[in-house]
Each structure stands twice: as structure tokens, then as C-alpha cells.
């Protein structure tokens, strides 16, 4: 039991809390926001200015859990939509986004804008986020040694307001983008178990990706791709991807990534034009891989528009 505490401990650290100072004093927190592994198949939520890049009314399904064994396990599932407006220049999206781990839950709920501009050999896209992360921690299955007030309130919950920018490029073969999911960064205050608002850009994650097309034949297409996720907080993460598609139909993949030390499986197919299903397997190769089971991955996603069809596959 004490081993479980403390890998849990381990967890919801590595989560995005960094404490700075003594007990009882505030530190800096980092809001979570989903990042899947098959993140090409939700790139709303490492860009804003994805919103319409697929030119069609876009909607996805998508569920992440890493398998602990027990209580506190690491789960999120995510809906998504988006869709370009009159003429392709403006975009509008929405995401939900709920998110477990140790004694947090958090709710996310944000709109998104995009302004696109095509020029001869591709298409700018400039994103904007908005919304808010609900944040309820429940302290009363804490048990403590002693008596601790601070850990006698039950539930505290908390509403706090975010928002994101991006930019987003791509044609026919390549893309790329750069973006900060979050802008806003807030501090607890141990003591009285509060969310302050409080700047710091040490905070900022920046969100970096980019990717091709390689065409063999016209069965065979191998889709490169990476993701960088930085702050002056944390250490680097890279995912390192590439996915092998066959008759435009299965789809292979498999990615390498540092920071978190592991090796993704991924399978997905193209069911029909519009409707796309995924899976991947997440297999941790750090210190904790004894007692971590690996994280599986879910991804569903439509694509409902005449303009997505057999001839006109969307690989980005």
C-alpha cells in the first residue's frame, strides 16, 4: 500500500504541480489540457488554429486512461467540434475536455476562432481559445497521521478562465504550427487551499508540430510527424511519429517520446471517408514501468461534408 502512495504521489506531481518553498506556502500550478498520442487525430487541442483545416464540419470522440491498478488512476475523455464557416475564412470549435487524476477532476469547456488565409502554395491559419478549467479537488480521502485542517474541508471547487493562441500552416504535403495552450497561469495558496491568478511565464507551455506526406505509391504513404511540448518549468517532451498508410484505409503508427520515456503503438482505420477510428498503446519505459500497465487511447472522429470523399483524402 505504501509502494501504491507513493507511485499515486509520484503522479499527481508529474501532473503539473511544482512547489516552490515551504509547507503551507504557494506555489505555481499549471492547468492541464489534453494531449493524446494521436495527436494529429485532435490537433484542436495543441492548436487553436486548426479550427477548420479540414474543411468540413468536424467532430471527435476521444478517451485516455493509464491502467495503475488502483484508486486515482490517470483518465480523460474529450469531445470535440469544428467546422470553416461562408467561404473558408473564418472557422468556429468547441471542446470538452474532462480529466481525473489522484483527488482532482477537472472540467474544461472552450470555444475557439480561426482566421484563415490561402495563398498560392498553402494556407496560413491564426487560432484564438477561450474558456474555463473547473477544478474540484476532494481532500476527505486524505488520511493524514494527524489531525489536518487543511485536509478536513471535503471538496473545494474552482473556476478558472484561460485562454490560447496559435498559428497553423499547411498544403497538400507538409504542415506545421506553433502554439500556447494556455495564457493564463494561476498559484494556490496551501494554506487556505485557494487559485490565484498570478503570471509567469516559466509556466507557458509552448506546443510545437510538423509533419509530411511521403508518397511511394498509390497504396503506400508514410506520414512522418513531431511534437515538441516545452516550458522553462518542465523538461522537454518530443514525440517522435510515423505512420504508414496503406490504400488510404489502415493506417500504422508508432512514436518514440522523451520526458515521459515511452513507446506508442498505434492502429487506425478509415472506415468510410468521413468516419475514422483509432487506437494506441502506450508502454512506459521509465522507472515506474514495473507498476504502470501501459496507457490505451481511443479516437473517433467525423468528418461530415460532400468535399471529404474517396478522391479528396485529408491526411493532415
Known sequence: MQKKLFILLLIILFSGKAIHGQEYEEYAIAIQYPVYSMYLVEGLYINPAYAGTREALSMSLSGRKRMLGFEGEYSMASFSLHAPLKKDRIALGLSVNQLSYGITNQTSIYTYYAFHIKTPKGRWSM?????????????????TNQPDAVFEVGQESHVMPNAGAGVYYSNDKIFAGVAVPALLTYKVDTANLEYVLAPDISYYDVLASAGGLITFSEKIKLKPSMMIKYSLSSSLRLDLNANLIIADILWLGASWRTGESALVGMIEVQITPQIKLGYSYDYNLGMLNSFIGGTHEVALRFDLNRRVNSSNPRYF
Open 127 to 143: 487560432g484564438l481559445k477561450a474558456g474555463v478549467d473547473m477544478v474540484t479537488n476532494d481532500y476527505s480521502g486524505i488520511v
